[in-house]
């Protein structure tokens, strides 16, 4: 599908409409299962689900029908609109170029229908620009590109040979395969599984089991991926999610991700939105007042390092009061972690990946990591190899956070090394994970990995979180042994001579008919004669 557009448009534009077409034909195919397990038509044998909406859904009672799918599943494809009937058209040559805006025209009419799910979908679509010169010169060269993909997606095997459903897998594969092609852009929606499964697991390891639909947030959610490997961890409970975006487009990736792995519409609250100027959930009241809502789990990749309005009133903000200083203009790291802090529960985790510039870095951000040691609110520093992520080569560390920890210690573990080296990214390895998860668990010093520091060793390094400062890596040079050096030196000079004899003897067999050259062999020959009697 990629390489049918890559003539004309880079990764990031052709992926809003395969992607955009995948979440399509899942939304029709989910519709279809929804009316036939609610009985909401009538299927004779023979007959296609299709087919009988198309011949019950019809007239006056279509607005009926319509009623019932939106309040059930938040959204309402008509019989003319559905995957199955524009596949059919293409098919048999019928389709129009308006159909596709069409499509997605009464797509978006039909979201009136239910107002509490309408903004979950509203504007789900808006990526896909179906009049973009880029897809074709004409609008008969656009509908025929636009068929190409929904050829091609009504192809696709959303089902494994098992009969599992694997649309989801499909989709962040996807998402991660364009990330890959899309270089530095990556980064702003898409964290590696890997490093995902690092922060879902320790975020999930003392989650409390009585507590049903644990409720989980991402201010930088990306693609969501982050958010639905933490479901991966706790796979017999039905998370809440909670999201912010930035990005329109990366917004509207994370809607879709999160449905096509199968997350209700009133299990996700996700909003597009500046997470450092829009404090969100839940924000404030009419009457100015905060109301802030909690999280068992934070996870976050937030953006690195970035710019952000650090203006004296927002040393009011209760996100940042309590630390005495607001994180640099240049440097919104720190802003970042105090924002996801302060939505944790206090029984809660969060697990937050930054540079490491935040360990180290004086002036105001000293002042905030000194708060943070101080109210004994940072539980671990992992640090984790350069080259994982798309965005960037630059180490970066995994900070863990919590309100209420019993231990007054902070763990340090230095897991740069442990890594397999990739052609374009470095991946953490299944033994990798496991070991910075197990000595996460164990809590202990490890020889040249891990190190347990006290408050007053920390207070020692100036409240210095550098890792090198608490795990010693240094691996001392080997003994070097005398005598095996001496005896390679012998052979090595053994080998000098026996080459210098051979030398000799070919050069003797030499001659020419120049005069100088002749002159100028025989010298050489003299000296190399006096080498091999010196050696001898």
Known sequence: MANRLRSNMDASEYRNYILGFMFYRYLSEHQEKSMVENKVIDVAEGQSVNDAYKEQASGEDLNDYLEEIASSLGYAIAPEYTWATIVDKVNNNTIAPSDYQDMLDSFNHNLNLNRSAKMDFH???????????????????????????????????????????????????????????????????????????????????????????????????????????????????????????????????ARMNLMMHDVRYQNMTLKNADTLEMDWPDGVDEHGVDHPHSFDMVVANPPYSARWDNNDNKLKDPRFKEYGALAPKTKADYAFLLHGLYHLKQDGTMAIVLPHGVLFRGAKEAQIRKALLEKNQIDAIIGLPANLFYSTGIPTVVLVLKKNKENKDVLFIDASKNFEKGKNQNVLRKEDIDKIIDTYKERKDVDKYAHVATIDEIKENDYNLNIPRYVDTFEPEPPVDLGKLTKEMEETQKEIEQTQSELLGMMKELTSKDEKTQKDLNEFIKMLENEVKRNG
């Open 123 to 253: 504007g789900i679509f808006d990526d896909m620009n179906l009049g973009n010169s880029r897809l074709g010169n004409s609008i008969s060269a656009r509908a025929k590109a636009l068929t190409d993909i929904v050829n091609l997606v009504d192809q696709i095997e959303y089902k494994d040979e098992n009969g599992r459903d694997i649309l989801g897998d499909i989709y962040t594969y996807l998402i991660a395969e364009f990330a890959g092609n899309s270089g530095k852009k990556a980064g702003e929606f898409y964290t590696p599984h890997q490093v995902s499964e690092i922060l879902a697991k320790l975020v999930t390891l003392n989650l409390d089991p009585d507590i049903k639909n644990p409720e989980v947030y991402d201010f930088a959610c990306g693609s969501g991926s982050l958010l639905l490997t933490v479901q991966d961890q706790v796979p017999n409970r039905r998370l809440k999610y909670a999201g912010q975006e930035l990005n329109t487009t990366t917004y509207n990736l």
